[in-house]
């Protein structure tokens, strides 16, 4: 414990001496770490968020999904004999006609 300490006035005086960056830095990142292991720190995250696992499947289960799944994809079939445009088509021509029949 006391070797760590004497270790880090050490790094502290010799600091001033030093004129590269390179080597400022690794004084400074030794410091820190000798620090850290005087008081016991350990470097653990601040959050660990809460993975959840996948439901367990079959290649049944899993085959089953996806043919619902592509069943929604596929257009679904006329219903009506008259499509949207055919109806505004009709209604045009029938507003045209009346027009025509007021000019006369």
């Known amino acids: 414990m006391q070797a760590q ?3 880090i006035e050490v790094l502290e005086k010799t600091f001033l001496s030093l ?3 390179e080597s400022r830095v690794d004084n400074i990142r030794r410091r820190i770490s000798l620090l ?3 008081i016991g720190y ?3 995250p601040i959050y660990e968020p ?3 696992k996948a439901p367990e499947r079959s290649t049944q289960e899993h085959a089953d999904e996806m ?3 592509r069943a929604k994809m596929q257009p679904k ?3 009506t004999v008259e499509t949207e445009t055919e109806v505004a088509d009709k209604e045009l021509r029938d507003a045209i006609n009346k027009a025509m029949a007021k000019m006369k």
């Open 19 to 21: 004129f590269d960056s």
């Open 42 to 44: 350990t470097d653990k």
């Open 67 to 69: 043919a619902k799944l």
């Open 77 to 79: 079939a006329k219903t």
């Open 50 to 52: 809460q993975v959840k």
């Open 5 to 7: 300490y004497d270790e």
């Open 36 to 38: 850290k292991q005087r």
